[in-house]
């Protein structure tokens, strides 16, 4: 991090949030979150996965009703019912998402969406104010009318700032800016953040790269379990004491006692790379075990999974199943060498919604259930019923569609589908207790606790420390794309933590006064 | 930051709802049906052993290869628009080859249906091309072909073999026969086969298929194979009746076979349908257009009637599937 902090906060607190609180259910998502931010100032908002930190951007764009409190900008209250009636108030969103459309030239992308266009374009006068926009997010080197899928990531990003700041924006929240994007490409963020800051423009960064956000930001709000914790300088900050702030009393360790026996090497990776997105990522993975990659949103995580399920044509790298080759690029393969995927996304890479629970718990093994092709109904009611009571799930339902069910059961359905099959040796979780509720999620480590003991070599990929604490036998952390360290035994969440959000140990940063060495060798820990 | 648990509520159990609007559409099918009879009856000579025999023979050319489509639609977002080619080229093919016999001129117009269409499928299957893209595409390409090796002329029969085709045990037409087995046997390999599930799944949710490691290529391509198949076999009939093939030996079948798979209430979507749904689809067909001949009105109605049917029942899936959705 080479940015120096220049402030251009002014005094005059333009925004304020006044005991927000807000529920889901029985889900008191956030508790009374109240802070400032004044004109001018580039204000961080911190605090761990379910924080609740998603939940009040959500309602200062329009997104959510508050349940109570309000928000008041420029001294007046304002009702943000929808995402409309906040860009009247001058609140504009750069979500995590990308919005912007690469097949449209950048004059298009600022029009999207633009109210003042209107439906005959006049464009002479629009053009200049576009260039205005661009010049003012230091794009000043892209021509209007290049095609957007002609820039880099990062200028696609600052083409969205662009476009949010062309609402005349009083209040700009940008929502992970910089997860997916490299070093000098999140540079170019920074640089124009500052800028849009000078202008008066009150900013509200929300990010979990705590090194960008103490270099960047002037003031850091922290949040925890809804409640925000404190709000204060950022020049008084250490990331270290951001970690304790978002922690609290976390659980602190790793839990050895459940630690099973370990097997053989089933899964061995060496030099897993996916150009831009994960670098040179090696592991072992012994039956017996579940093991956890740990990251956030772009830290490669995800993709590492995807890519060992055979999911990324472009993956490269050598992945062996018992000691056999499997070539990367081809889901059927990667099946038929034993491995089994849960992805993230149940609903357009998981389950076969209208279909019956029964044709979803069997989805997966069908050439074990036929002969010579044919199906055999006894077998198939047998498997069926067998995998309903893994699942607990009551038997008379096994015909209904498993849409029907709730996201807890859906999600044990899923996983469920993988386990209790003679060909499967690995099975890999992308995110396996996304949008599952309390209860669903025990009963999903449980599920894969005991294959682990089945002698499955069990790798999931998680965001949140409760759940690498609780379930994990052996943590691997990433950060942007390249594996930080491999924890086995004990670990503290707050080193995690600090691994997720900030990486190894980073020379160039003065405010790290760490020195952990990078990278530490995780093969010799494993095999 | 996106992982703040919010339990999927309203997901549970909306069963009472649904089974409503299951039962509204029901209605409205038992309705239709109904209606369709009663008009029937009250036409003149519509109850008659003869005219059931032309409704079913009139069914049968289209609803053969109407069971092919239906194996592509099952499978996926997917429709074949060079049916009607395809039985072009397979009947010249089946004519052609006449000089050695009906079995092995009947394996040769199958093949050729069969690799036709299958490497169209292959293409969608491995390589997810648009499928409409891709069989206009096929569609021209196997017309040029044939009109090139033919010279644009009709092919005629080099031997008699294929009159065995145009029998009528029984007074009834072999074709209807034909179709009748056939639908039972795709109904089966639909039900009861593994191949049969899993163009189901891949068909309802392709990448879902993939993630969970599914030959979803794999099974396309025998499904297309399998239509292709079909194909042929509506096209040696349709040769065997005109006893002459030329490059419009398919008239309007591509698009005759799409409404009856259609009029079955097999979406468009995928992942749904079965044989018997298009068999009923094409008799039903059939009998509004034979209701309407006898009672006398132009083709032009005929035809625009077609149209309505599948709109209704288009819109009726549908219906009934948001209702399901919701």
């Given at each position: 991090m080479?940015?120096?902090?220049?402030?251009?906060?002014?005094?005059?607190?333009?925004?304020?949030?006044?005991?927000?609180?807000?529920?889901?259910?029985s889900?008191?998502?956030?508790?009374?979150?109240?802070f400032?931010?004044?004109?001018?100032?580039?204000?961080?908002?911190?605090?761990?996965?379910?924080?609740?930190?998603?939940?009040?951007?959500?309602m200062?764009?329009?997104q959510?009703?508050?349940?109570?409190?309000?928000?008041?900008?420029?001294?007046?209250?304002v009702?943000?019912?929808?995402?409309?009636?906040?860009?009247?108030?001058?609140?504009?969103?750069?979500?995590?998402?990308?919005?912007?459309?690469?097949?449209?030239?950048?004059?298009?992308?600022?029009?999207?969406?633009?109210?003042?266009?209107?439906?005959?374009n006049?464009?002479?006068?629009?053009?200049?104010?576009?260039?205005?926009?661009?010049?003012?997010?230091?794009?000043?080197?892209?021509?209007?009318?290049?095609?957007?899928?002609s820039?880099?990531?990062?200028?696609?990003?600052?083409?969205?700032?662009?476009?949010?700041?062309?609402?005349d924006?009083?209040l700009?929240?940008?929502?992970e800016?910089?997860?997916?994007?490299?070093?000098?490409?999140?540079?170019?963020?920074?640089?124009?953040?500052?800028?849009?800051?000078?202008?008066?423009?009150?900013?509200?960064?929300?990010?979990?790269?705590?090194?960008?956000?103490?270099a960047l930001?002037?003031?850091?709000?922290?949040?925890?379990?809804?409640?925000?914790?404190?709000?204060?300088?950022?020049?008084?900050?250490?990331?270290?004491?951001?970690?304790?702030?978002?922690?609290g009393?976390?659980?602190?360790?790793?839990?050895?006692?459940?630690?099973?026996?370990s097997?053989?090497?089933?899964?061995?990776?060496?030099?897993?790379?996916?150009?831009g997105?994960?670098?040179?990522?090696?592991?072992?993975?012994?039956?017996?075990?579940?093991?956890?990659?740990?990251?956030?949103?772009?830290s490669?995580?995800?993709?590492?999974?995807?890519?060992?399920?055979?999911?990324?044509?472009?993956?490269?790298?050598?992945?062996?199943?018992?000691?056999?080759?499997?070539?990367?690029?081809?889901p059927?393969?990667?099946?038929?060498?034993?491995?089994?995927?849960?992805?993230?996304?149940?609903?357009?890479?998981?389950?076969?919604l209208?279909?019956?629970?029964g044709w979803?718990?069997?989805a997966?093994?069908?050439?074990?259930?036929?002969?010579?092709?044919?199906?055999?109904?006894?077998?198939?009611?047998?498997?069926?019923?067998?995998?309903?009571?893994?699942?607990?799930?009551?038997p008379?339902?096994?015909?209904?569609?498993?849409?029907?069910?709730?996201?807890?059961?859906?999600?044990?359905?899923?996983?469920?589908?993988?386990l209790?099959?003679?060909?499967?040796?690995?099975?890999?979780?992308?995110?396996?207790?996304?949008?599952?509720?309390?209860?669903?999620?025990?009963?999903?480590?449980?599920?894969?606790?005991?294959?682990?003991?089945d002698?499955?070599?069990?790798l999931?990929?998680?965001?949140?420390?409760?759940?690498?604490?609780?379930?994990?036998?052996?943590?691997?952390?990433?950060?942007?794309?390249?594996?930080?360290?491999?924890?086995?035994?004990?670990?503290?969440?707050?080193?995690?933590?600090r691994?997720i959000?900030?990486?190894?140990?980073?020379?160039?940063?003065?405010?790290?006064p760490?020195?952990?060495?990078?990278g530490?060798?995780a093969?010799?820990?494993?095999? | 930051?996106?992982?703040?648990?919010?339990?999927?509520s309203g997901?549970?159990?909306?069963?009472?709802?649904?089974?409503?609007?299951?039962?509204?559409?029901?209605?409205?099918?038992?309705?239709?049906?109904?209606?369709?009879?009663?008009?029937?009856?009250?036409?003149?000579?519509?109850?008659?052993?003869?005219?059931?025999?032309a409704?079913?023979t009139?069914?049968?050319?289209?609803?053969?290869?109407?069971?092919?489509?239906?194996?592509?639609?099952?499978?996926?977002?997917?429709?074949?628009?060079?049916?009607?080619?395809?039985?072009?080229?397979?009947?010249?093919?089946?004519?052609?080859?006449?000089?050695?016999?009906?079995v092995?001129?009947?394996?040769?117009?199958?093949?050729?249906?069969a690799?036709?269409?299958?490497?169209?499928g292959?293409?969608?299957?491995?390589?997810?091309?648009?499928?409409?893209?891709?069989?206009?595409?096929?569609?021209?390409?196997?017309?040029?072909?044939?009109?090139?090796?033919?010279?644009?002329?009709s092919?005629?029969?080099?031997?008699?073999?294929?009159?065995?085709?145009?029998?009528?045990?029984?007074?009834?037409?072999?074709?209807?026969?034909?179709?009748?087995?056939?639908?039972?046997?795709?109904?089966?390999?639909?039900?009861?086969?593994?191949f049969?599930?899993s163009?189901?799944?891949?068909?309802?949710?392709?990448?879902?298929?993939?993630?969970?490691?599914?030959?979803?290529?794999?099974?396309?391509?025998?499904?297309?194979?399998?239509?292709?198949?079909?194909f042929?076999?509506?096209?040696?009939?349709?040769?065997?009746?005109?006893?002459?093939?030329?490059?419009?030996?398919?008239?309007?079948?591509?698009?005759?076979?799409?409404?009856?798979?259609l009029?079955?209430?097999?979406?468009?979507?995928?992942?749904?349908g079965?044989?018997?749904?298009?068999?009923?689809?094409?008799?039903?067909?059939?009998a509004?257009?034979?209701?309407?001949?006898l009672?006398?009105?132009?083709?032009?109605?005929?035809?625009?009637?077609?149209?309505?049917?599948?709109?209704l029942?288009?819109?009726?899936?549908?219906?009934?599937?948001?209702?399901?959705?919701?």
């Amino acid at each position: 991090m080479t940015v120096a902090s220049t402030s251009a906060r002014t005094g005059h607190e333009l925004v304020r949030v006044d005991g927000l609180v807000k529920s889901f259910g029985s889900t008191r998502a956030v508790r009374g979150a109240s802070f400032g931010i004044e004109a001018g100032e580039i204000h961080a908002l911190c605090g761990h996965n379910g924080a609740g930190k998603s939940t009040v951007v959500k309602m200062l764009s329009g997104q959510e009703d508050p349940d109570g409190g309000e928000i008041s900008i420029g001294g007046e209250v304002v009702d943000l019912r929808s995402r409309q009636a906040a860009q009247r108030a001058g609140v504009a969103l750069v979500d995590q998402e990308l919005s912007v459309v690469p097949s449209l030239s950048v004059a298009e992308n600022l029009m999207l969406g633009d109210a003042r266009t209107g439906w005959l374009n006049r464009a002479r006068r629009s053009r200049r104010r576009f260039r205005a926009l661009l010049d003012s997010v230091g794009l000043t080197h892209v021509a209007l009318d290049r095609p957007l899928s002609s820039l880099g990531i990062g200028e696609r990003q600052l083409v969205e700032i662009a476009r949010a700041l062309g609402q005349d924006a009083r209040l700009l929240i940008l929502d992970e800016p910089t997860a997916t994007l490299s070093d000098v490409e999140s540079e170019y963020v920074y640089a124009s953040v500052r800028k849009v800051a000078a202008t008066g423009c009150a900013i509200l960064f929300v990010s979990h790269r705590l090194g960008e956000v103490l270099a960047l930001c002037d003031r850091v709000t922290v949040m925890r379990d809804g409640a925000v914790v404190a709000t204060a300088a950022a020049d008084g900050l250490t990331v270290d004491s951001l970690i304790e702030q978002m922690l609290g009393e976390a659980p602190s360790r790793l839990d050895r006692t459940r630690a099973g026996r370990s097997g053989d090497v089933v899964l061995s990776v060496t030099g897993l790379s996916v150009p831009g997105r994960v670098h040179d990522f090696s592991i072992s993975l012994r039956a017996g075990q579940v093991y956890a990659v740990a990251g956030q949103l772009g830290s490669g995580a995800s993709d590492v999974l995807r890519a060992l399920a055979g999911l990324v044509p472009a993956a490269t790298g050598v992945v062996e199943v018992d000691g056999r080759r499997v070539r990367t690029g081809r889901p059927t393969v990667a099946s038929a060498a034993g491995i089994a995927f849960v992805s993230n996304d149940r609903k357009t890479e998981g389950l076969f919604l209208d279909k019956p629970i029964g044709w979803n718990l069997l989805a997966t093994r069908l050439p074990t259930l036929t002969r010579l092709g044919v199906v055999s109904r006894a077998r198939w009611s047998r498997s069926v019923a067998e995998l309903l009571g893994v699942c607990a799930i009551e038997p008379h339902r096994a015909r209904d569609a498993v849409g029907s069910l709730s996201g807890g059961n859906q999600q044990k359905v899923f996983v469920g589908r993988c386990l209790h099959r003679d060909d499967v040796r690995v099975l890999l979780l992308d995110d396996p207790t996304r949008g599952v509720d309390v209860g669903g999620r025990a009963a999903i480590h449980d599920l894969l606790r005991s294959a682990a003991t089945d002698g499955l070599a069990v790798l999931f990929s998680s965001t949140e420390l409760e759940e690498l604490l609780d379930l994990a036998d052996v943590v691997v952390t990433m950060h942007k794309g390249d594996v930080v360290r491999t924890h086995v035994g004990d670990t503290a969440g707050s080193v995690l933590l600090r691994e997720i959000t900030h990486g190894g140990h980073d020379p160039h940063d003065p405010r790290d006064p760490h020195d952990r060495g990078v990278g530490a060798p995780a093969k010799e820990l494993l095999s | 930051m996106n992982t703040l648990t919010v339990p999927a509520s309203g997901a549970t159990a909306p069963s009472r709802s649904r089974r409503r609007g299951d039962l509204a559409t029901d209605a409205v099918v038992v309705v239709a049906v109904v209606a369709v009879l009663v008009v029937g009856l009250s036409t003149d000579r519509f109850v008659s052993y003869a005219n059931l025999k032309a409704i079913l023979t009139s069914a049968s050319l289209v609803g053969i290869a109407a069971l092919g489509l239906t194996l592509i639609m099952v499978g996926g977002a997917a429709v074949s628009l060079a049916i009607s080619q395809t039985v072009a080229a397979s009947g010249m093919v089946f004519l052609s080859a006449q000089s050695l016999g009906l079995v092995p001129a009947l394996v040769l117009a199958v093949v050729c249906g069969a690799v036709v269409t299958g490497l169209q499928g292959a293409v969608v299957g491995f390589a997810a091309a648009n499928p409409v893209v891709l069989t206009i595409a096929a569609s021209f390409a196997i017309t040029g072909v044939a009109t090139g090796l033919t010279g644009g002329t009709s092919v005629s029969p080099s031997g008699t073999g294929y009159d065995v085709l145009n029998a009528t045990p029984g007074g009834v037409p072999l074709c209807v026969f034909v179709l009748l087995a056939l639908t039972a046997v795709v109904e089966w390999v639909l039900r009861r086969t593994g191949f049969g599930r899993s163009l189901y799944l891949g068909g309802e949710n392709r990448r879902a298929a993939r993630a969970a490691g599914l030959p979803v290529g794999r099974t396309t391509t025998v499904a297309w194979l399998g239509a292709g198949s079909l194909f042929a076999v509506t096209a040696a009939f349709t040769a065997a009746f005109n006893t002459a093939a030329n490059v419009n030996l398919g008239g309007t079948l591509t698009f005759d076979a799409i409404a009856a798979v259609l009029a079955g209430g097999t979406p468009i979507s995928g992942g749904r349908g079965s044989a018997v749904r298009t068999l009923a689809g094409a008799v039903l067909i059939a009998a509004v257009s034979d209701i309407l001949l006898l009672r006398g009105y132009s083709t032009g109605v005929q035809i625009m009637v077609k149209g309505v049917i599948v709109l209704l029942v288009v819109v009726l899936v549908h219906l009934r599937s948001k209702g399901r959705a919701s």
